[in-house]
C-alpha cells in the first residue's frame, strides 16, 4: 500500500495537472489510422515490405489517415480530455471512423475511375478493415488512459459510495458519477429492496439487500457515503433504521438536487435527465420522514391568475415563499407590505430576477399604521389578501406583550377591516397550531386573530343572506375571511435548524430545552401550497388544520444534526423550557373536532363561534391597555378574551391563579 501511495504521488502531478493539447490527441488518431491501414495490407499480403508497392501502401495510408481529419473535424474527436472519456467520447470517435471510411470507399472508387493506382493499393474489403481497427484502437486508447488514471490517481481522491436503490435508478446514478468531470465517487455496491438480485452482480459490483448487514459492509469496504436513487428518496427518508445505521457508520447521505418530483411521479427520467442530475449532500431536513403532499395548484392558478394580490408580511420565510407561488401564476399585479426594510429590498431584486413579467410594488411600513394602510387599500384595490405578516417569536413576545398586541391583533383587525371596506374578495390569515390552549402571549394574540376575523365572517355572511338577492352568489356580497393553522416550517428564520446548525459549526454545544419536547415540522414550500389551496378553496369562516405528519423529538433532531455534520465531542445541553413554551404542540383544543374537505391534508376545525360587537369591544380594550406598555395588565386582559390561555413557566402565571381565586370571564366563557 506504501509503495501503491509512493507511485500515486511520483505520477500524480503529470496526471492530474498535465492535459494533452487538442493537436496532439489529432496526431496520435491520425497514426493510429496510417498503422491500421499498413498493417492490414501487410495482414493480408505478407510480402509487403519485398513488395515494389510497398510505397504506394504508404501513400495510400497516409492519404486516408489526413482523410480521417474530416470525420474528426465534425465529430470533435480530438477536443476531450483523454482520462475523463465518456461513452459518449466513444460513440463519437466510432462516428467519425464511419464518415472517415465512407469518405475512403469514395475516394477509391473516384482514384479507380482516374487511374490514380498510388493511391488505391488497398481494396474496399481491407479499407473496412482498416477503420474497423482504427477505432478499436482509439477507444482502447482512450479506456486505458482513463483506466490507469481511476486506478493510480482518481481512487485515491475519490470517496468510496454505495447507491441506495439499484436496476433503473441506481444504475442511472451510477453511469451519471461514472461520467462526472473529474470523478467524486467509486462506486462499491447497490443497496436494492428487489431480494430477487440479492447477492447478484451489477455493473461489476455487488448488490446487497436492506436484509444483510449493512454496517459490515460499510465497515469492510470502507464506505464513506451512500447516494439515494430518486426513485428511493421517500422510501429512505421513512426507513428511519438504515438512515440510523448508516449515518452511525459515519456515511454521507447525498441525493439528487435536481430530480423533478412530477416526472419521477409520472414516469421513468430520461437518461439525459438521469445524467443531469446534481448529487449533492443532504441537510437533516431532507430526512425527515414526511409524506407527499399533492395540491390542485391548477385550481389555485385559475383563481389567482390576472387578479390583484396583496401580501402582508412579504419578507418573512412563509411571506417570501407565498409570494413566489403567487408571482407563478402570473396575478394582474402584487402588492407587498413588511416593515422590514433589508429583507424587503431583497425581495425587490428577487422579483425583478425571478418574475420580471409580474408587475409588483414592495412597500416598507407597519400593518399597525392604519391611515397608510387605508391608503393603500384604496389605490391598490386588492381582490385577494393573504396575511402572513405577524410577530411570532414566543420569547421575544413574552418579553414584549404590548407589542404582540399592537402587531398581531390590532394590525390584523386593521388589514381584516380594510378588506371588508374596500371589497376584497378573500382574506386568507396565517396563524399557528400555538394559538390551541395557548401558553404564551404569542399564541394568544394569533388565537384572538382567529376569533376576530371568525366572528367577523359570520356577521358579514349573516347580513348578506338577510339581503340576498335572487341570482347574486354570496361571495359576491361579502368578503370571505379564512384561516390556516399549522406547526412549524423546516429552515424559517429564527427556526431550531439554523440555530442548531451554527452551534455545531462553532463546536457546540447544542442547546434543547428539555429532552421531551416534540415538535411537528413541514417544509416551506409544502405549506405554503396547502395555505394556497386552503385560502383560495375555502368558503369563509373556516379554520383549516394541516396535518403536519408525525412529530419529531427535539433532541433527536439535534443528534441527527450532530451526526451528519461528522462533528466531533459536540455535546448537547438541555437548558429548560423558555417562558411560555410547550412540551408538545396542538391543532386542537379538547373542544374542537375536524371536518374532512377537498384535500386529505387540509380538515376544518369545528370552533366555537362569537358575537363580533363584543369581540370587537373586547379587542379595542385590549389595544388601549396595551398603549400604556403594563404588561401584567395586557395579559390578565389577553386571559379575560381566551380563558383556555394559561401561562407556563411564565411570570404571568400569577395572573392565572388571581383568576383562578376570582372566577373568570371574557367571551370564550
Not at 504 to 509: D, L
Not at 582 to 609: D, S
Request: hydrophobic residues 45%.
Amino acid at each position: 500500500m506504501q509503495n501503491g501511495n509512493l507511485f500515486r504521488r511520483a505520477f500524480g502531478w503529470y496526471f492530474t495537472k498535465r492535459v494533452l493539447p487538442y493537436w496532439a490527441i489529432l496526431i496520435t488518431d491520425t497514426l493510429i489510422v496510417f498503422l491500421s491501414a499498413v498493417v492490414t495490407y501487410w495482414v493480408t499480403d505478407r510480402t509487403f515490405f519485398l513488395s515494389p508497392e510497398r510505397s504506394s501502401v504508404f501513400l495510400t495510408a497516409l492519404f486516408y489517415a489526413i482523410l480521417s481529419w474530416v470525420g474528426a473535424r465534425i465529430f470533435k474527436t480530438y477536443t476531450g480530455v483523454m482520462r475523463y472519456s465518456s461513452s459518449i467520447d466513444l460513440l463519437k470517435l466510432g462516428y467519425a471512423n464511419m464518415v472517415s471510411m465512407g469518405l475512403a470507399l469514395l475516394s477509391w472508387w473516384i482514384f479507380g475511375r482516374l487511374q490514380v493506382t498510388s493511391l488505391t493499393a488497398l481494396t474496399p474489403l481491407e479499407i473496412i478493415i482498416a477503420f474497423v481497427i482504427s477505432a478499436m484502437l482509439m477507444w482502447a486508447l482512450r479506456i486505458a488512459v482513463k483506466s490507469i488514471y481511476d486506478s493510480l490517481i482518481a481512487t485515491s481522491n475519490t470517496t468510496r459510495v454505495l447507491i441506495y436503490g439499484a436496476l433503473t435508478g441506481g444504475v442511472g446514478i451510477a453511469k451519471s458519477i461514472a461520467e462526472e468531470n473529474p470523478v467524486r465517487f467509486e462506486l462499491r455496491g447497490f443497496i436494492s429492496h428487489e431480494h430477487r438480485i440479492r447477492g447478484m452482480k451489477l455493473m461489476d459490483v455487488p448488490v446487497y439487500s436492506l436484509d444483510d448487514d449493512i454496517a459490515a459492509v460499510v465497515k469492510k469496504e470502507h464506505i464513506k457515503a451512500v447516494l439515494v436513487s430518486p426513485y428511493r428518496v421517500k422510501d429512505f427518508r421513512n426507513n428511519q433504521e438504515i438512515q440510523n445505521t448508516l449515518i452511525g457508520a459515519g456515511c454521507k447521505i447525498y441525493m439528487a438536487q435536481d430530480a423533478k418530483e412530477a416526472t419521477i411521479k409520472d414516469g421513468m427520467l430520461t437518461d439525459d435527465e438521469m445524467m443531469n442530475l446534481q448529487i449533492r449532500e443532504v441537510s437533516v431536513e431532507d430526512l425527515l420522514p414526511r409524506q407527499e403532499i399533492r395540491v390542485d395548484l391548477k385550481a389555485v392558478e385559475a383563481l389567482l391568475k390576472g387578479k390583484r394580490v396583496l401580501i402582508t408580511g412579504s419578507a418573512g420565510s412563509i411571506g417570501m415563499e407565498i409570494v413566489r407561488q403567487v408571482a407563478s401564476f402570473k396575478p394582474e399585479k402584487m402588492m407587498l407590505i413588511d416593515q422590514a426594510e433589508t429583507p424587503q429590498h431583497d425581495l425587490r431584486l428577487m422579483m425583478a430576477k425571478e418574475f420580471p413579467d409580474v408587475p409588483c410594488e414592495v412597500v416598507v411600513t407597519s400593518i399597525s399604521r392604519r391611515t397608510r394602510m387605508e391608503y393603500i387599500f384604496k389605490t391598490f384595490k386588492p381582490e385577494y389578501v393573504f396575511h402572513a405578516a405577524a410577530y411570532k417569536h414566543v420569547p421575544m413576545m413574552e418579553d414584549n406583550p404590548s407589542e404582540a398586541v399592537l402587531n398581531n391583533i390590532y394590525g390584523t383587525k386593521v388589514i381584516a377591516d380594510m378588506s371588508v371596506a374596500c371589497g376584497v374578495k378573500k382574506f386568507v390569515m396565517i396563524s399557528t397550531d400555538k394559538a390551541v390552549n395557548p401558553t404564551n402571549v404569542m399564541g394568544c394574540s394569533k388565537r384572538i386573530c382567529e376569533i376576530y376575523v371568525q366572528s367577523l365572517n359570520r356577521k358579514l355572511k349573516m347580513a348578506a343572506l338577510a339581503a340576498h338577492k335572487p341570482g347574486m352568489k354570496d361571495e359576491e356580497e361579502y368578503t370571505q375571511f379564512v384561516t390556516t393553522r399549522f406547526g412549524n416550517v423546516l429552515g424559517s428564520n429564527g427556526s431550531v435548524i439554523p440555530l442548531f446548525r451554527e452551534q455545531i459549526k462553532n463546536g457546540g454545544p447544542v442547546t434543547v430545552t428539555d429532552e421531551r419536547i416534540v415538535r411537528f415540522f413541514m417544509l416551506i414550500p409544502e405549506a405554503c401550497k396547502l395555505v394556497l389551496e386552503a385560502g383560495t378553496m375555502g368558503n369563509g369562516g373556516e379554520i383549516f388544520v394541516f396535518d403536519m405528519g408525525q412529530p419529531v423529538k427535539i433532541a433527536d433532531l439535534a443528534k441527527r444534526m450532530i451526526a451528519l455534520s461528522n462533528a466531533k465531542n459536540v455535546e448537547i445541553k438541555y437548558t429548560g423550557l423558555r417562558e411560555g413554551e410547550k412540551l408538545y404542540e396542538e391543532v386542537l383544543n379538547e373542544m374542537e373536532g375536524t371536518k374532512p374537505t377537498f384535500h386529505e391534508k387540509i380538515r376544518i376545525a369545528q370552533v366555537r363561534e362569537y358575537d363580533f360587537d363584543e369581540v370587537s369591544r373586547e379587542i379595542d380594550e385590549l389595544v388601549e391597555i396595551a398603549k400604556q406598555f403594563d404588561n401584567m395588565a395586557t395579559v390578565r386582559k389577553m386571559k379575560e378574551i381566551v380563558p383556555e390561555y394559561k401561562s407556563n413557566n411564565s411570570v404571568y402565571e400569577a395572573i392565572d391563579e388571581e383568576i383562578g381565586k376570582n372566577g373568570g370571564g371574557g367571551v370564550d366563557s
